[in-house]
């Protein structure tokens, strides 16, 4: 036996018979606060100050780095194994 029923009611009555709590008022303080926080970072964003304190100057500073993508390169044509399971050393 199979019964079914259609109910017509808004996502409001729903949340209201299944007593759930209306987080609305807690939704929009978050929106607001981050609204908040990026309107403040954006102030003070220097995009060239943010590289600047990644990468050192000079050519080890560039070593260093194609080492770091050439190790994650390894592990990933691997298989997401680690070395002890990957064919070259």
Do not use: N
């Amino acid at each position: 036996m199979k019964i079914s029923m259609d109910v017509e009611a808004t996502p409001e009555e729903l949340r209201r018979f299944f007593g759930l709590p209306d987080v609305q008022p807690l939704h929009a303080d978050m929106v607001e606060s981050v609204r908040k926080g990026m309107r403040e970072g954006w102030e003070g964003y220097d995009p060239a100050a943010l590289m600047a304190s990644l990468m050192q100057p000079g050519a080890p500073a560039m070593e260093a780095l194609q080492k770091t993508f050439w190790e994650a390169f390894r592990q990933g044509s691997a298989g997401g194994k680690g070395d002890e399971d990957s064919p070259r050393k």
